[in-house]
């Protein structure tokens, strides 16, 4: 799977509130990509090991109040104060004993932790190993009401991204990928899930997922895709292959000429580009190409990084508009800043 789609997935999941649980075995990245998604949105990550962690480092310390000489709770160092800024990232969920797995459930699930109650817009998301006999488990989901309030999406390791992760770090080394490249079933276990069959749809998860393409139809973007791994996490495999021919046709008006009529700003910037993204790299063709040359203009001097990633992850579907002037003005502009 395409980790850009793991990603946007994880996106739309927590923009409408909602907490994706990533799912993959040590080392496939998921600690890496909370720490991309809160870099491309300019948010702090608070990262909780859970495997480590106490229910004293979550829910705080008990104090008396000299004032009115009754116990309250600290709040926890690591706690957030502000709105609209912050990610918590609960990894290693279920290596978690289960006196901290019911200390932070309540958290993850409606943003309250004991006396505590996150600032409004906090994005959670959690990790865990698959749930199988391939991993020892401290704590097993087997609980439907858990189950149906988190989002797993399965998160399988990519050769490449690890390439590029050993080529930033100075650590490449040919033999090793070579041989690796050649016997591919030696680089990681496949997920070889059994979560998938407690994940059953209810009232709850279906009223989600409406309000996750709502929210995707109002911000004119169609992550296929993205969808079909946030429907199988929350609605379970048999939903999902009724649900995909039916979401193409839900989705018949979101096209590349309607994305690009609307000029970006803070609240689309994100969502408008991931949806330019994935139409062009399915090679979906621009139609009123002068036009789309001057919107490339015009938001480079407003968003330059947003347009600098759509250059950047889109394949070839961009070519036919450096004929155009207005584009290469935009492509010099972004280069320059």
């Known amino acids: ?23 993959g075995y040590t080392g496939v990245g998921k600690s890496d990509m909370a720490d991309i998604i809160a870099k491309r949105h300019n948010r702090t990550l608070i990262t909780l090991n859970l495997a480590v962690q106490s229910t004293e480092d979550l829910v705080g310390y008990p104090y ?104 930033n770090k100075n650590m490449y080394d040919e033999t090793i990928v070579e041989f690796l490249k050649k016997n591919p079933d030696m680089f990681v276990p496949e997920i070889k899930n059994v979560m998938s069959q407690n994940i059953r749809p209810n009232p709850r998860s279906w009223t989600k997922f409406i309000n996750i393409l709502h929210y995707c139809k109002t911000n004119k973007i169609k992550p296929l895709d993205a969808l079909d791994l946030i429907s199988r996490g929350l609605l379970g495999e048999k939903p999902t292959v009724y649900l995909a021919p039916m979401l193409d046709t839900y989705f018949e008006d979101m096209n590349l000429k309607t994305l690009f009529m609307e000029d970006l700003n803070d609240d689309n910037a994100m969502s408008i580009s991931n949806a330019i993204i994935q139409n062009l790299n399915l090679q979906n063709n621009i139609t009123d190409i002068a036009d789309c040359a001057s919107w490339f203009l015009r938001n480079a001097y407003t968003h330059p990084t947003i347009i600098k990633r759509i250059l950047l992850d889109t394949d070839s579907g961009l070519d036919e508009l450096y004929k155009y002037e207005d584009f290469c003005k935009a492509v010099s502009y972004i280069t320059s800043h």
């Open 64 to 167: 008396r109040n000299e004032q009115d000489n009754k116990m309250y709770w600290a709040p926890p160092s690591w706690f957030p104060e502000v709105e609209n800024q912050y990610i918590i990232f609960a990894d290693e969920i279920n290596r978690a004993s289960k006196d901290v797995i019911n200390a932070i459930m309540p958290m993850l699930l409606n943003g309250s932790l004991h006396e505590h109650t996150l600032p409004k817009g906090t994005w959670l998301m959690a990790a865990m190993n698959p749930d199988n006999d391939d991993f020892d488990m401290v704590y097993s989901f087997d609980d439907a009401a858990i189950i149906s309030r988190l989002i797993f999406i399965e998160t399988p390791p990519e050769f490449a991204s690890w390439q590029q992760w050993l080529k």
């Open 1 to 23: 799977m395409n980790r850009f789609v793991i990603q946007q997935a994880v996106e739309l999941s927590m923009i409408t509130n909602n907490v994706p649980c990533l799912l």
